[in-house]
């Protein structure tokens, strides 16, 4: 159980298009959804918290215009970058948790993200 | 601002032998600590999750330990397999916001 898709997998796009990435919880339902980004060798650094319904809480130093999240059902988030650059090129992951049990996250398989 | 430190080093270690991870962490309190395993390109799978008030927490092979007065926590594979080659990530939060350390490596060879 508890299992989370993301897709697309890998996405190659071009510098100023926009790219969305969807998140899914398969078997179950989630009332948080979280985003993060990974580069090479780092840890994973949390981008935003959204929840079902509301709008996305994203931490210090992230554009909110620029990564614009969609949370608009109990299983599904989308992360849209928005004018894509090259410093954009990442690993996008997502995560989602069932509040009424405990903290621990389930986390997507991740989305290479590259900008030419 | 607090910090999250994780071995800093990959560890190679023998299968059969036990691998200690160590997580040190500083200007934090959390009420939750959490491990996770990451394989390459993929993204982070729950092992386990220790309480504040819990000393220690087992998983089959798996041992955590849980210090609130050293700030650290202590990961244990015991007979370790090949399998268990990974990197390893220790998450600390006090609600659903979990802060991550940046992960030891873990390489088992036969």
């Known amino acids: 159980g508890a299992v989370v898709s993301q897709h697309p997998s890998w996405v190659i796009c071009k510098s100023g298009t926009s790219v969305k990435i969807e998140c899914r919880s398969l078997?179950?339902?989630?009332?948080?959804m979280f985003w993060y980004r990974q580069f090479p060798k780092q840890s994973l650094m949390l981008m935003a918290t959204?929840?079902?319904?509301?709008?996305?809480?994203?931490e210090q130093g992230v554009e909110k215009d620029k990564f614009l999240i969609n949370h608009a059902s109990l299983t599904l988030s989308t992360l849209t970058v928005t004018s894509a650059h090259p410093e954009d090129s990442s690993f996008y992951i997502c995560?989602?948790?069932?509040?009424?049990?405990?903290?621990?996250?389930?986390f997507g398989p991740g989305t290479r993200l590259t900008v030419t | 601002s607090q910090k999250i430190e994780q071995n800093s080093e990959a560890l190679n270690i023998q299968e059969g032998k036990t691998a200690t991870l160590t997580c040190n962490y500083t200007?934090?309190?959390?009420?939750?600590l959490q491990w996770y395993r990451q394989d390459p390109g993929r993204g982070p799978v729950f092992l386990l999750l220790?309480?504040?008030?819990?000393k220690e927490k087992r998983k089959e092979r798996l041992k955590v330990t849980f210090d609130t007065t050293l700030k650290q926590s202590l990961f244990h594979i015991t007979a370790s397999q090949p399998a268990d080659s990974a990197t390893y990530l220790c998450?600390?939060?006090?609600?659903?916001?979990?802060?991550f350390g940046a992960g030891t490596t873990v390489t088992v060879r036969a």
């Open positions: 995560s989602a948790s069932i509040r009424q049990t405990t903290y621990e996250q389930y």
């Open positions: 078997d179950f339902q989630a009332t948080t």
């Open positions: 959204s929840n079902e319904g509301s709008k996305a809480t994203y």
């Open positions: 200007n934090y309190s959390p009420a939750y």
């Open positions: 220790i309480r504040e008030n819990e």
């Open positions: 998450a600390l939060s006090n609600d659903y916001k979990l802060s």
